[in-house]
């Protein structure tokens, strides 16, 4: 099972970045419709928090990313990307796909992402 992030980097304040997050694998095998998908970060010397999450009709947003942010999917490709606009310097961290269905839960790797001038 992989779940493989990409389009972090860096990038001034009030810019925008794309993440993408392909899934594949076995547990993957019927696709990613009946998984919750999602996106959280993990800034140095905190917790991992959640940003975003989409599944069964339905998204959630951290307060913080509320407005600037857009989680979205394409179930046909197994990728689910995460929108970032107006970027601030506290965004910066390193942000993992996640997937979870019925007490099963995956991460990705990590892709870094650094909101600076």
């Known amino acids: 099972v992989q779940l493989v992030e990409s389009g972090g980097g860096l990038v001034q304040p009030g810019g925008f970045l794309i993440l993408s997050c392909g899934a594949s694998?076995?547990?993957?095998?019927?696709?990613?419709?009946?998984?919750?998908m999602g996106w959280y970060r993990q800034a140095p010397g905190k917790q991992r928090d959640m940003v975003a999450t989409?599944?069964?009709?339905?998204?959630n947003y951290a307060d913080s990313v509320k407005g600037r942010f857009t989680v979205a999917r394409d179930d046909a490709k197994n990728t689910v990307y995460l929108q970032m606009n107006s970027l601030k310097p506290e965004d910066t961290a390193v942000y993992y796909c996640?997937?979870?269905?019925?007490?099963?839960?995956?991460w990705g790797q990590g892709t870094q992402v650094t909101v600076s001038s």
């Open positions: 989409i599944g069964y009709g339905s998204s």
């Open positions: 694998g076995s547990s993957f095998s019927n696709g990613i419709m009946d998984w919750i």
């Open positions: 996640y997937a979870y269905r019925r007490g099963t839960a995956y």
